[in-house]
Every structure is written in structure tokens, then in C-alpha cells.
């Protein structure tokens, strides 16, 4: 591969916004935030870590790693704005393969008005994208983790479990059942961040928030540690899609408590604020549920709890649930 | 390695910049910019391809990268101020290892008041260090590549071919000779990036700049090319540093030419500045020297051409240089 090419290949004719100041093609970007803070996160990902030629079509992967960088920025109550992109090719990877990559957070981007606007192209044993997306918020107004507070609704967007219902679809049923079960595939493949919506909650003045990479369990535990207070959950609650029902009980509980890469948002608000919840979900196309609240227990702050059938048990980062004192 | 363990051992106690209102710990890090673009570049090296251990202790390891890094930050004439870094960790390698790579890149940071504001860490096969580093320059006051003017002086910072001598020596000669050689050797492996020197130069309102990576005969190609003029060297001036004295001519030829890694400055200034430079240079505690002119020549125009011995060539961007009409 021509490396000069390649490079020349993938970089934008024009640029969507116009605070881009310098995008590709000299030693650095520049950005122009005006009277707004630039919110910036990272994350990498790697062949058979992290997804699988298998399961993964390489556009796919592109649209996969995007989406889970702008997961991060609606996260934190933002709007993406651009990104820089890192990759790793191996020599079997074939040019062609590796447009497809680019194509797939291509297409992500434009549906969210975003531009690539640097990056790096390195040769190395195993397929790995690092990508760096940039984002904005106004002064003030982002959306911490920390910010829970007692007597806090805890909501979650879309539908828990759907990504990784969809990954053993594809890795153990055979490609006649991949039409009945095409909604969770696509949720696997083609995770859709939650930015329109986040953007429509501009009037809820305090909310914490996080995305669900690594599962409700997890992602609520770190808002309880973050915020120390008790999040209770009501498993009876949690949004489950029909797809999944055609699964084990115990295959539906390990899913949606940490089933990772929903790229849904859980989040906690005060309870007066539910009906401005819900007029922004409207807006959005955007399913939201109650799944539990918050307390404020001094032996239980800092951890997430879960009424389950008739018990009432700690919910592990993991997702495994134990019953205690 | 406890990855939890792992990556609280490396957050930060303290971010030393006011501008971080978010570091480490929440879905994104957030940076406030006031009233100046925020440059960003991102760069990936990958062991056994950018570095061996042979060559490289882990410390300088994390030196080097960060230092490629914020080098692209001066070559836009910027102030480094943030970075994000995402690692992928082979098994093979210690906690240990890991940690002098980190402390190679913070050492350095702490010399810039940069602070570490993100990342990821995965696991992978290969070693690979990607970073993003984020910087400031004034509105209107960033230095591309396509500033240069017809009779601009072309001067460089430092000497030239130091980092290439320096890995030939830890290749290659023994080590009874290193003390010898720590000079090249140091810049070999802790490259110092040239941004005093480029703050310095603030009262300069047109340069053109880059900065040495690939060598001077890539980047000199790259301005002319970028500013459509010619870029007219002379290999007489070069600042050559008397360790490379005792190698070959050809060598000395080679490594100033196309070494890389020297992370100097190339720029061209209007001649009436070179005084100001110099007061720069001198307040900075480094060399410059005038290696060339540009000129605006219809037919040769977007290429760089050398003055050797008695010939005039042409200068590929690989440091080839050959006769033409």
C-alpha cells in the first residue's frame, strides 16, 4: 500500500464546519471552540480483542469504533464535533478492506455533521484503531457521573443487552435465523449514539450520566462511586426487546445487567424533572425507563443494588449479584 | 495487571493546567480554550516498527513518543498543554515496564506543565503507544507549511542527522564507545521539542515551519510543495555536530538528509526577520542557521534542490538526490 496514497484517499475534500481552522495536511489541527469547553476522549480497539473479522465486517469495524468514541462525548452531555483517527495495518489487510474501515465511521460521521481531521497510518502486526474524537459543551453544563443526588430517578435509554444478544446471534446461530434476529445484529454492528437526545435535555439542569460500554452493572456502580450514594435498580423494569425472550432466563439476566457496547445512556435526575425527560426522549425518537433510584444508606453509598424476583442483592461491576448482610 | 489498579496508578493527583475542568475518571476529559484555537495531533508508534527494545528502554520509550508528538505542536507554532494516551500492552511486558514508559512521558510533560488528560489501556500482541496531544496557538498566528515566500531565508534549528547517528551507534558499535557518543545518543532518545524556541519568535508574523520527523529532505519538500515555490538548500551550511565526523561522508550525507526523529524546525522567514530570530534563538538557548532561500521558479516550483560539492540536484523527499536538466 502507497502510504502517501492512502492518506490522500481518505482525506476530506471539504470540511463540514467551519471551526475547523486547519483539518488534514500539515503537522497539527486546529479547532476554534468559541465560549464553549472542548470535551476530547480516547479509545482503542484491536483485532480479536476487541471484535473479530468473524463477526465483524471491516465497515463495521469503522462504524463500531466511532460509535463508541461519540458514545463518550454524549456521555458527558456533549456534541461531537470532529476526530482523528490512528490505525495499525497488518500486510494481509487488503487496501480496499481498510477503505471500508474508513467508510463505515465516514458514514457514522456525516450523520452526526462531524469531520476527520487527522490522524495517523502505521504498519504492525494486528489491526488497531485508536480514535480521538472532540466534542463541545457549554461552560458549566456538562454531565458528570458525580452529579447524582438522593431521591434521583435512575433512567436508561433504548433497550439493555440488545449488542450482545446480537454477537451470539451471529457467532452461534446459523445464517438462516439472521433475518428474525436482524434488530440486535444491527445493535451489535451499528450501535447508534445517543447524542440527539442528550442534546434535547439542554433544560434538565442537573443530571448524571454515563454510556453503557460495559454494561448497566458496571456503568451504575461507577455513578454510585462517583456521586457515593446507593443506586437501586428494579430488574422488573429494565427494557428488554422482544429478541431477547427467545433466550434462556439466565441469558437475558447476563446481557442486560453486562452485556457491554448498548451505547445507551444510564442516567439519574431529580423526579420533577421526568416529564421534561420524557418531552426529550419524545423529540428525539428515543425510548426512556425508570429502572430504579437513588438513596442515600451511609453502609450501602458507593455501591449498586438490584431487586431481582424476590431478592434484593448487590450488583457487582461484573454483573454478578450476591445477596448481603 | 489489574487494569483498574493499573490506569488509577497512572491518573494524575493534580492537573497542573487551570484549563483541565475535566481530567481522568469521567466518559471524556474537558479543556477550556479562551480566545485561542486548540491544535491537536495524534501520532502511533508500534514496537519492533517505530522503536525496538533493543535500542529503547521503556522510559525513553514514552519520552520519544510524547516528544514526536508535541513536536507537531511547535511545528504549528503552539504551546503544548494536554495530552491523551492510549497504550496496548502485550503480556510479555511488566506493570513495571509499563510504568517507566509512562514515566519517560510524564518527566517530559512535566518540563511543558502538560498534563495527561486521557486514554485507554488494552491488551494486544504488539506494543503500541498512540498519542494525542492538544495545544493553543493565538487566533490567525499558526505556522503552516504554506507560508513561505519568494526570497524567504530557509533556516533549521539544532543539527541535523543527530537521532540517525545515534541509533547507528546503539546498533552498531560497542559499548565502550557510548560515552563517547551520549550526545547523539541522547538525542536519539530523548529528543527535546523546540517549543521555547518557537514561543519565542512570537514578534516573526509570517514563517513558514515544519518539523523534522522524516528528515530535512522530506520536509523541505513538503513546504515547497505546500507554498508552491522552490526550496534551494545549500548542504555546506548544514549544522553537522562533530560526533557525525567520525562517520563516513556518505553517512553524514545520509543521516542529515533523510535521519529522522531529529524533531528540529525547518521554517522560512522573510529575510528582514533574521535579526529577531536570532534574539529568539539566543532567549531559547538554541542554534539556528540559514541553509537556503526560497525561490519562485515557474518550472521548478513545489520541489527542493541542494547545492553539493559542485552540483546543483534535485532533492527527493527520501534524501536521493540526482542531476536533472
Known sequence: MDEFKFIQSITPKYYRHPNVIKGIGDDAAIIRHQQVDTIMAMDTMVESVHFSKKTTKPYHIGYRALAANISDIAAMGGKATAYLVSIV?????????????????????????MDMIGGDTVTGEQLTISITVIGTVQQGKARYRSHAKPDDIVFVTGTLGDSACGLHVLLHCSETEFDQYQHVINRHQMPM??????QACHKINRMALNDISDGIANEANEIAEASNLLLELDYEKFPIHPSLRNFS??????????????????GTIPAHDWA??????KKSNTDVTKIGVVKDRKNKNGTAWIYHGNEYKQLDKSGYTHLKG
Chains 1, 2 share one sequence.
Open 193 to 198: 449514539p445517543r447524542i440527539p437526545f442528550i
Open 89 to 113: 495495518i497488518p500486510k494481509r489487510w487488503r487496501e480496499g478492506q481498510i477503505h471500508e474501515i474508513y467508510q463505515g465511521m465516514n458514514d457514522l460521521a456525516q450523520s452526526f455533521n
Open 276 to 281: 421534561i425527560l420524557e418531552e426529550a426522549a
Open 249 to 266: 432466563e439466565q441469558q437475558q439476566v447476563n446481557w442486560s445487567l453486562s452485556g457491554g457496547e448498548d451505547f445507551e445512556l444510564v
